[in-house]
C-alpha cells in the first residue's frame, strides 16, 4: 500500500525566506505526483505536476523536483510571502488508467510571517 | 476559467438521514473522482468514474454510492448517515489524456 508522508508537519518562516517542503512516499512506481495548496476550510488548488519521467516542474516562484527512485519529492519556495500562507499537500498517482486515485500526504502547514 | 462545481456547499443533516452531493465537471473533462476529507487530515479517495463507467474505488463504505450521468456530472449518495460521515466532500475533474486533477470547492457535511 502507497503511504506519503510530508515533513515538516508545520512551518513557520519570516517573510523574504527560501524554503523547501518534504515528501516522501513508500512505492516509487509511482504515474505522477502532484503539489497542492489548501487555505483552511477551502478546496484543493492545484500548484506544480511532475510525470515520472520529468525531473523538476517550475511555476513562478515554485519549484517542484522528483526523484522517483528514491521516493522523494521537494517543493521550493522561493522568497515567500504572507500570502504563501497554507497546507500544501502532496500526492501522487500510480496508474496511468483514466479515473485512478491520487493518495495524499498529510500536508505542512506553513506559515510566513510579516 | 471554469472550475469545478459542487453543490451545495454545506449541508446539515441528522444522523440516519440521506445526502445527496452533486458535482459538476469542467466542461470536456470525462472523469471525476470524490474524495472525504475529515477534520485535520488529508483527503481519502472513494471513488471514481470514467465515462460513466466506475473506475476506481476506495475506502467508500458500503452506505454510500455513486454514479456518473451522460452529462458527465456525478452525484455522491449517502445514506443512513453518521456522526463520523462529517467531513468536507471533494469532486475533481480530469479529461482523458490529461493528468492534473482539478478539484471543486468542496461540500462541507455536517451531521448530527
Known amino acids: 500500500k502507497q503511504e506519503v508522508t510530508q515533513i515538516p508537519a508545520a512551518l513557520s518562516v519570516p517573510e523574504g525566506e527560501n524554503l523547501v517542503l518534504n515528501c516522501s512516499f513508500t512505492?516509487?512506481?509511482?504515474?505522477?505526483l502532484q503539489w497542492f495548496r489548501q487555505d483552511p476550510g477551502k478546496g484543493l488548488t492545484s500548484l506544480l505536476l511532475?510525470?515520472?519521467?520529468?525531473r523538476e516542474q517550475t511555476s513562478g516562484r515554485l519549484n517542484a523536483s522528483l526523484d522517483k527512485s528514491s521516493g522523494r519529492s521537494t517543493l521550493y519556495i522561493a522568497a515567500s510571502q504572507p500570502g504563501d500562507s497554507a497546507t500544501y499537500l502532496c500526492?501522487?498517482?500510480?496508474?496511468?488508467?483514466?479515473?485512478?486515485?491520487?493518495?495524499f500526504g498529510e500536508g505542512t502547514q506553513l506559515t510566513v510571517n510579516p | 476559467a471554469a472550475g469545478v462545481i459542487q453543490s451545495p456547499r454545506h449541508l446539515i443533516k441528522e444522523k440516519r438521514e440521506t445526502a445527496t452531493l452533486k458535482c459538476y465537471p469542467i466542461?470536456?473533462?470525462?472523469?471525476v473522482y470524490w474524495y472525504q476529507q475529515g477534520p485535520g487530515q488529508d483527503p481519502q479517495f472513494l471513488i471514481s468514474?470514467?465515462?460513466?463507467?466506475?473506475?476506481d474505488k476506495g475506502s467508500i463504505p458500503d452506505r454510500f454510492s455513486a454514479q456518473q450521468f451522460s452529462d458527465y456530472h456525478s452525484e455522491l449518495n449517502m445514506s443512513s448517515l453518521e456522526l463520523g460521515d462529517s467531513a468536507l466532500y471533494f469532486c475533481?475533474?480530469?479529461?482523458?489524456?490529461?493528468?492534473?486533477?482539478?478539484f471543486g470547492p468542496g461540500t462541507r457535511l455536517l451531521v448530527l
Open positions: 500526492a501522487v498517482n500510480l496508474q496511468e488508467t483514466s479515473g485512478s486515485r491520487l493518495t
Open positions: 475533481a475533474s480530469t479529461q482523458v489524456g490529461w493528468q492534473t486533477q482539478y
Open positions: 511532475i510525470q515520472s519521467s520529468q
Open positions: 468514474f470514467y465515462e460513466k463507467m466506475q473506475s
Open positions: 466542461p470536456r473533462h470525462d472523469t
Open positions: 512505492d516509487s512506481a509511482i504515474y505522477n
